[in-house]
């Protein structure tokens, strides 16, 4: 359906329409969700090309992609693009909403998992503290968002051989999952 929505808005509105860039983006999505990653990143470059001649380079429209492109490059073990096109969405969401907004924390989120990918484990617990602190004062300090946060510093605690902080984080993300689904 998706892919009869694009050839339709291309032959609407032109292959370099911003409707075209979110039929893209949304194609992409699906491909992604289906497994075929390579699909989906070629969809949002393509969308990513769009909307930085429509919004600018520095949109938050383009932050979005960015960022998702930046997920899908991780899917494909493009971990230094990865971390390239997640740097340029921190620093566009950062302008944009302020260094402590929680859209700020997801980019910083997903940078820290490319960053543990490439075995930088001290960038990933740096970042990931940083989007937890930031999590827990959007969302408090039993959110399930900050439980999947605390998840992934867990992670970095115990690459960098901190076993007693991973078992501490560890047992207050299942803390919060068990409020929030039962045991």
């Known amino acids: 359906v998706l892919e009869r929505a694009l050839a339709i808005n291309e032959r609407a509105y032109g292959r ?14 699906a491909y992604g969700a289906l497994g075929d990653h390579a699909k989906s990143r070629d969809m949002l470059e393509r969308a990513l090309a769009i909307e930085e001649r429509a919004y600018g380079r520095d949109s938050t429209q383009v932050a979005t992609t960015l960022t998702n492109l930046g997920n899908v490059c991780r899917m494909l073990g493009d971990n230094s693009k990865a971390r390239d096109v997640l740097e340029r969405a921190l620093a566009i ?50 959110h399930t968002i900050v439980a999947k946060t605390l998840g992934n510093l867990g992670n970095a605690y115990g690459a960098l051989g901190d076993y007693a902080k991973t078992r501490d984080v560890l047992e207050r993300v299942l803390a919060i999952f068990e409020r929030s689904y039962g045991r």
């Not at 302020?98 to 990933?124: E, I, M, P």
Request: aromatic share 4%; no cysteine; hydrophobic share 30%.
């Open 93 to 142: 969401n950062e302008r944009t909403y302020g260094r402590d907004h929680a859209q700020v924390a997801t980019t910083l989120t997903n940078l820290g998992v490319a960053y543990g990918n490439l075995g930088d484990h001290t960038k990933k617990r740096d970042m990931l503290e940083r989007a937890l602190a930031i999590n827990e004062r959007a969302y408090g300090r039993d």
């Open 16 to 29: 370099e329409h911003t409707s075209v860039a979110l039929t893209l983006t949304n194609l992409g999505s």
